[in-house]
């Protein structure tokens, strides 16, 4: 089951006695587990009914003995197992897996990487009456779908602009994400589009330096707002990191150097071919491949490895240059 399809059955009330939640991507674990604190009990039951453990704080028989309490006049109890992970004994649970009692809701929260399906405990996982769900971590070409796609079921609209904005901005942090969504939300009147201004005005974005502005400059060969964008990156490095921008750089490149050999293709075909949401992406990336020749491009990738390298200590023969430092020379390699 998905986490959509999950949280769609918990907010129906229909409640499972296990949800296993494992993976790298926490957001979704925590997603779930919220909706099962929120909507498995009213809130006057909660004191009697509901127990929340942490896996470094538990042993196996202490946990059982939560788990096959009766709830107090209450139709279920809830046990929340957070930072499973780090419990030794998880794995002497696969009897009671193997037969859950019916009163309880038990949610375990296992971050940061999966069970392994193939031993005695993770093939327990797979009983009729437990939720597994294998949180992912989602690969940075899906993140603008991801924020579109999560507006849409909290009934907000977001353009394809302010979308690519946040993703490259906020990168893969979805708990920082719906932070700021929510944000937006309270301050927008209800039914408004989100724009790249809303974006630019309340997640803190700088209008006129930042890595999309930084993009179409270095794609116009922009010389004088690349130099006042790299002098404002230099003077607010923490929030703009050379290696950051170095990895939003290559990913922009590396689909100009695919719209040259896309040269003939119709519209539709090279707006999938490069993972593009809308034609008014497109109108610049083909600004970029006129001004970069297929060599030129090729050239820029290479820089772009040499420096990712460099920033991270390797063939740097002045160690003691900064990232202030590299980031001019780089962007001045790059425009000539």
Same mark, same amino acid.
Do not use: M
């Given at each position: 089951m998905s986490s959509d399809e999950i949280l769609r059955d918990i907010k129906a009330?229909? $409640? $499972?006695?296990?949800y $296993?939640?494992? *993976?790298?991507?926490? $957001?979704f674990i925590d997603q779930v587990a919220e909706a099962v604190e929120a909507h498995a009990l009213p809130e006057a039951e909660k004191g009697f009914n509901q127990t929340v453990l942490y896996g470094k704080d538990v042993d196996n028989i202490t946990l059982l003995d939560y788990l096959r309490r009766y709830p107090m006049m209450s139709e279920r109890q809830v046990v929340i197992l957070r930072e499973a992970q780090e419990m030794k004994g998880l794995t002497e649970l696969t009897a009671y897996l193997e037969n859950p009692m019916p009163s309880t809701v038990f949610v375990v929260c296992h971050k940061h990487k999966k069970v392994d399906s193939r031993t005695?405990? *993770?093939?327990?996982?797979? &009983?009729?009456?437990?939720? =597994? =769900?294998e949180s992912k971590k989602l690969y940075d070409n899906q993140i603008a779908d991801w924020i579109s796609a999560y507006c849409k079921t909290h009934? =907000?609209?977001?353009? @394809? @602009? @302010? @979308?690519g904005l946040m993703a490259e901005y906020l990168g893969a942090d979805l708990s920082r994400i719906s932070n700021e969504l929510e944000k937006l939300t309270l301050n927008?009147?209800?039914?408004?589009?989100?724009?790249? &201004?809303?974006?630019q005005e309340?997640? *803190?974005i700088s209008k006129d330096y930042n890595v999309f502005e930084l993009q179409k400059a270095l794609a116009q060969r922009d010389q004088a707002k690349v130099s006042r964008i790299q002098q404002y990156f230099a003077a607010n490095i923490r929030k703009n990191p050379l290696i950051v921008t170095i990895s939003s750089l290559y990913a922009y490149f590396s689909k100009v150097y695919m719209l040259h050999s896309l040269k003939n293709a119709p519209d539709a075909e090279v707006l999938k071919s490069l993972d593009l949401r809308s034609d008014w992406f497109l109108k610049e990336y083909r600004v970029a491949a006129n001004n970069y020749s297929p060599s030129q491009t090729i050239a820029v990738i290479s820089l772009l490895k040499e420096y990712d390298l460099r920033s991270k200590g390797v063939n740097n023969d002045n160690t003691s240059t900064g990232e202030e430092e590299l980031m001019k020379e780089l962007f001045w390699r790059i425009l000539h």
């Open positions: 009330k229909r $409640f $499972f006695p296990v $296993f939640l494992h *993976g790298e991507e926490p $957001f005695k405990f *993770g093939k327990a996982l797979q &009983g009729k009456n437990i939720v =597994l =769900l009934h =907000l609209q977001i353009d @394809a @602009a @302010a @979308a927008l009147p209800k039914g408004t589009t989100i724009s790249t &201004g809303h974006v309340y997640v *803190g």
